[in-house]
């Protein structure tokens, strides 16, 4: 993108639509989060799943998304070039509530290898309909006439909400389900309540991605090739390859610790309650510190304010691995150094998606974004799996709602290493991937800098 093309493109987008827009994320925090918080626990110490099966329940699903997510992303850019919005999408996105409730509907009779069979088939369905909302959702920002710093503005403005609906339902689900006394009909009665908010939040949304479009002008460039041509074409882009290669390390590995919280609360710390706590660290942060990235990244550019994030990351990993000995304070304040750092990893490759989209120049944003949301239900199932395999490797054994079960050292090591070193090994990965990242440096010189 030349600089006159992004003087032209320049457009201050209003607080009103900003904030509509940013209302959809509430509803898609409450996805996000509590199956990745609580559905593998759900499986192994409440329907008596074996951790090894709980984690292909999480896993296997996934696979699925890889191919339905491009495949959307391309429907999505046929509905933007036929109907100049992609609101059809969004509509049917609407109906995830009713998957996610379905999902901890576990009938009373099923347990063990067929209650993981409900919760798959649930799963998929809930994954097509995140992605039918998610995809277009996410191409907005690259549809818009904004330039480089007015997108990290605007996905400034949806993490704050995401954060706040990441956190919400992060402290709210356990309590609903009934704490340390978590039964079947508590995670019923948790998913019900919850989907209700989220098919409000999520309506909203849709609404806001409307009032945005009218604010500012959109793209009016015809529809480029689609299908596979499409997607190949924003494969060999090495700019969006790197960065979506670090996110898929970045997301596998929160999703990770997220799906880690009730057994490092549990079973290194003795006590379920705190997973509330946990959550509590690891989120309240990001309401904090989002406004705080967004200055960071206007002063020094997003690639080095995602580096600085990552690192982050994955030095707090590395003290939870110390475990109870470090004490309960050392602890919780490593948490909510992973929950600064996932602040900038929520916000930083978000904004940085519809720079590398508006640097292609092809009228393709849904593809690379239905791309994008694949990765990120790739590493939302890569995480928990990974997780699980530490879990199954320590010979932690499941158990049904109520059962007491003792675990060997050797399982409470898995799960405590699992928790604290691998995630920290992930995040490097993902720091020797970013920085290959090199578009950061022309798209600031086009915006002035």
């Known amino acids: 993108m030349t600089g006159l093309e992004q003087r032209r493109d320049v457009v201050a987008l209003p607080r009103g639509p900003l904030v509509g827009f940013a209302a959809g994320s509430l509803g898609m925090g409450v996805w996000v989060t509590v199956p990745g918080l609580l559905l593998l626990y759900f499986l192994t110490d409440v329907l008596a799943v074996a951790p090894w099966l709980a984690g292909l ?62 919760v798959a088939v649930f799963f998929v369905a809930g994954n097509l309909l995140f992605a039918a909302y998610q995809v277009p959702y996410l191409a907005t920002p690259a549809d818009l006439r904004i330039g480089y710093h007015e997108r990290t503005r605007l996905m400034a403005f949806r993490m704050v909400v995401l954060t706040l609906g990441i956190l919400v339902s992060g402290l709210l689900a356990p309590l609903l389900a009934g704490g340390d006394a978590a039964t ?16 409000a939040a999520m309506a909203v949304g849709v609404a806001g991605v409307g009032r945005l479009r009218r604010t500012a002008a959109t793209s009016t460039a015809p529809h480029g090739a689609g299908g596979w041509r499409a997607l190949a074409a924003s494969l060999r882009d090495r700019q969006f390859r790197v960065l979506a290669g670090a996110y898929l390390a970045m997301s596998t590995t929160t999703h990770l610790v997220l799906a880690g919280v009730p057994y490092y609360a549990e079973y290194e710390l003795g006590r379920a309650g705190l997973t509330t706590v946990l959550v509590a660290a690891f989120v309240a942060p990001a309401l904090l510190v989002t406004p705080a990235w967004l200055a960071l990244a206007a002063r020094v550019g997003k690639q080095r304010a995602l580096l600085a994030a990552q690192a982050a990351f994955a030095a707090g990993s590395l003290v939870l691995a110390v475990g109870r000995p470090a004490g309960l304070p050392v602890l919780v304040a490593a948490v909510a150094v992973l929950g600064v750092a996932f602040a900038g990893l929520q916000l930083l490759p978000f904004s940085m998606l519809p720079d590398v989209i508006r640097a292609a120049g092809a009228p393709r944003a849904g593809t690379y974004t239905g791309v994008w949301t694949a990765t990120e239900a790739t590493g939302a199932a890569l995480g928990p799996y990974a997780y699980a395999l530490c879990l199954a490797a320590g010979g932690f054994v499941a158990s049904d709602a109520g059962e007491a079960v003792t675990q060997s050292p050797d399982a409470l090591a898995a799960l405590r290493y699992g928790f604290g070193l691998l995630p920290a090994a992930v995040m490097v990965v993902a720091v020797l991937l970013q920085r290959r990242y090199t578009l950061d440096g022309a798209a600031r010189a086009d915006a002035g800098h």
Do not use: N
């Open 184 to 199: 079947r009909a508590g995670y019923l009665r948790m998913a019900v309540v919850l989907a209700v908010g989220m098919l």
């Open 57 to 118: 329940t999480l896993l296997l699903p996934k696979i699925a998304d890889v191919l339905l997510h491009p495949w959307i992303g391309h429907r999505c850019d046929v509905e933007q070039a036929r109907r100049g919005h992609r609101r059809r999408l969004l509509a049917a996105g609407c109906a995830l509530p009713v998957a996610f409730a379905a999902l901890f509907a576990v009938p009373g009779d099923l347990t063990g290898a067929s209650a993981a069979a409900w």
